[in-house]
């Protein structure tokens, strides 16, 4: 998926409709959005079928957890396609991951108390290494 949104925004931004790139952003999304629905209908009709009553429709916590959910992914992506109009995808991808692979370790620490022994501190510096190697290649 790394390399698509580039792809999809150098696209967009040499055609005939590179002057409007919010709705490239809009549309995409309300796109992705229609597309999750139908899906997450699809797929909850499936696995509904055999169960009872009570499981069947969706919890009013989930619809909202899940929208919340979309909102935050949705401006992470909108912020990201942005950010990939003046940044090369080449430099842009492995400082992200580089820099989520940090934030989700410095969270497991913090947060959990999490204690890095010197394998897991390997570990991550390889799998950096790995991330960077692979945007590049």
């Known amino acids: 998926l790394n390399g698509c949104t580039s792809l999809m925004m150098t696209v967009f931004t040499h055609s005939r409709f590179s002057d409007y790139n919010s709705y490239y952003i809009i549309f995409s999304y309300l796109f992705a959005f229609v597309l999750s629905v139908a899906v997450s209908f699809f797929v909850h009709g499936e696995n509904c079928g055999g169960e009872s009553e009570k499981h069947r429709g ?3 916590k989930t619809v909202l957890l899940v929208a919340l ?11 990201m396609a942005k950010a990939l109009m003046s940044v090369d995808g080449l430099i842009f991808y492995p400082v992200t991951n580089v ?6 370790t410095a969270s497991d620490v913090v947060l959990f108390r999490q204690k890095l022994s ?5 570990g991550i510096i390889f799998g950096m290494v790995a991330i960077i190697l692979i945007n590049i290649g």
């Open 58 to 60: 969706f919890d009013i």
């Open 69 to 79: 959910t979309a909102l935050a992914l949705g401006a992470h992506n909108a912020c």
């Open 99 to 104: 820099a989520a692979m940090i934030l989700v």
């Open 118 to 122: 010197k394998k897991t501190v390997t």
